[in-house]
């Protein structure tokens, strides 16, 4: 027997007792709504995703960026908003100005205007050792101005850079008077086989050893110095051309005769305080080179003074005026030799 009205219905069996049959659910129903909440779904707008892509050196997780759009289409990550090409420009330095200069290409053939002298050699004399000046101006990563007619300047004088363009040829030495004005430039420009191989000839190597034995008088410069300021006093006091002064030279701290050494030698070594005294004393010239302890001897070292004033463009001329006569002890007198220089000023 059925009722109307209820949610069960109510079976008979044939013991005459009534079985209850199990309720069923709403299928077709619920499975009705489920259809039409999935259609409302998708007509809603869904969200967009932005995808960062961050520096290697950020610790973000990749699935940061995921969990807010659990519910996004596939189409939607393959549409990133910012390129990967976008975010490491941003994430990279701006190229200041002096970087375009990175990207600067040389011809095989270069013509240079050195201080208004013009040259022309392959781009690989120039880079021929790496540690150079040369090589560092031309490899690209430095700005070099050009001039009116578009040759590649460089503000140096230009009379000695001949020289500098042999040697990284063919590895040709300059002449010997040349010699000190070329290594000059070859320090400017770093170029350390040239400096090395000058360094090994006249007059460099003379100079090294003239400069070892004048390292023995500590007051040499000094004095050179003295000797120009007191000529030009005197001149300009004079009105005078040329000045004259004089400079005592002497080798030992007081020149003997042979037969007067042995008892130099004991008196040297074995003097008293006040004996010593009466040796040491000070000549009236006006400036005193001495002693030393080298094989040179005073005429070496006259030839300094005379040359390094020669050098500075002063004239000089010295000569022989006799020796100190100051009594010193017993029948020892002085006997340093005097020499006048006369400096002529034009």
């Not at 079976?11 to 049959?21: K, Y």
């Not at 009116?148 to 009379?159: Q, S, T, V």
Request: glycine share 6%.
């Amino acid at each position: 027997m059925q009722q109307n009205g209820a949610s069960g219905s109510s079976v008979s069996d044939g013991g005459g007792r009534d079985r209850q049959s199990p309720s069923r659910s709403p299928l077709p129903a619920a499975t009705t709504r489920v259809r039409r909440f999935i259609q409302e779904r998708r007509t809603l707008p869904l969200p967009r995703v932005m995808v960062v892509f961050s520096a290697p050196g950020d610790t973000e997780r990749p699935s940061d960026a995921m969990d807010a759009g659990s519910d996004a289409t596939e189409d939607d990550f393959r549409k990133p908003t910012a390129s990967p090409a976008a975010s490491l420009a941003r994430s990279k330095p701006t190229r200041s100005p002096l970087d375009a200069g990175q990207d600067q290409e040389f011809p095989e053939v270069i013509s240079l205007n050195v201080g208004g002298t013009y040259f022309t050699t392959r781009l690989s004399t120039l880079r021929r050792y790496d540690d150079t000046m040369l090589a560092a101006m031309f490899s690209g990563r430095h700005h070099i101005p050009r001039d009116a007619e578009g040759r590649f300047f460089i503000d140096r004088d230009g009379a000695y850079f001949g020289d500098i363009l042999n040697f990284l040829r063919e590895g040709e030495l300059p002449h010997r008077e040349r010699v000190r004005s070329v290594h000059r430039e070859a320090q400017y420009y770093s170029i350390g086989p040239l400096l090395d191989r000058l360094e090994d000839t006249q007059p460099l190597t003379g100079e090294k050893v003239r400069q070892a034995f004048l390292d023995l008088l500590p007051y040499y410069k000094d004095n050179l110095e003295r000797i120009v300021e007191i000529a030009k006093l005197r001149a300009m006091q004079k009105k005078a051309r040329f000045a004259k002064l004089k400079v005592c030279v002497y080798k030992e701290e007081m020149p003997i005769t042979p037969y007067e050494r042995p008892l130099f030698n004991s008196l040297r070594f074995e003097r008293s305080d006040g004996e010593a005294k009466l040796f040491e004393h000070h000549c009236e010239v006006d400036v005193s080179f001495g002693p030393w302890e080298a094989v040179a001897d005073v005429y070496d070292l006259l030839h300094c003074i005379v040359g390094d004033l020669a050098e500075r463009g002063i004239a000089a001329e010295q000569q022989c005026i006799g020796v100190c006569d100051k009594h010193l002890i017993n029948h020892y007198y002085c006997k340093r030799p005097i020499y006048e220089f006369k400096i002529t000023w034009w």
